[in-house]
C-alpha cells in the first residue's frame, strides 16, 4: 500500500510540475532539455518495477554510468537520451537522495 501510493505521488501531474519548477543546476536541465513527457516516461517505467528491481536498476546505472577523469570518479546522467545533471537525473526518476 506504502509502494501504491509512493507510485500515485510520483506519476501525479502535480508531483510532476513540482519537480519540473525547481533549479537544479547552472544549465537548469529540468526545465532546458526536459519536458513533461520525458519525466513520466521515466517516472513511469522506474515506478513500474518492483522494489527490487528499482535498487537492481539503481545498482545497474551507477555501475555502467560511472567513468574516471583524471583519477576522480564520475557519472554520466541521461534521460530518454539527454545528458543533465544527477538533480535532473534525480528528479526525473523521481529518486530522493536517501533512496
Known amino acids: 500500500v506504502k509502494i501504491a ?4 505521488k510520483a506519476l501525479s501531474m502535480v508531483s510532476v510540475e513540482e519537480a519540473m519548477k525547481q533549479k537544479c543546476c547552472k544549465a537548469n536541465c529540468v526545465q532546458m532539455k526536459l519536458s513533461k513527457s520525458d519525466f513520466v516516461k521515466t517516472r513511469t517505467a522506474f515506478r513500474s518495477l518492483t522494489e527490487e528491481a528499482q535498487r537492481s536498476f539503481l545498482l545497474n546505472f551507477f555501475l555502467l554510468s560511472q567513468y574516471f577523469h583524471k ?3 564520475k557519472y ?4 530518454n ?3 543533465v545533471c544527477r538533480l535532473a537525473w534525480m528528479r ?3 529518486v530522493s ?3
Not at 501510493?5 to 500515485?8: D, E, I, L, S, Y
Not at 554520466?76 to 534521460?79: A, I, P, R
Open 81 to 83: 537520451g539527454k545528458s
Open 97 to 99: 537522495p536517501t533512496t
Open 71 to 73: 583519477g576522480k570518479r
Open 92 to 94: 526525473a526518476n523521481s
Open 5 to 8: 501510493r509512493r507510485k500515485q
Open 76 to 79: 554520466t546522467f541521461c534521460v
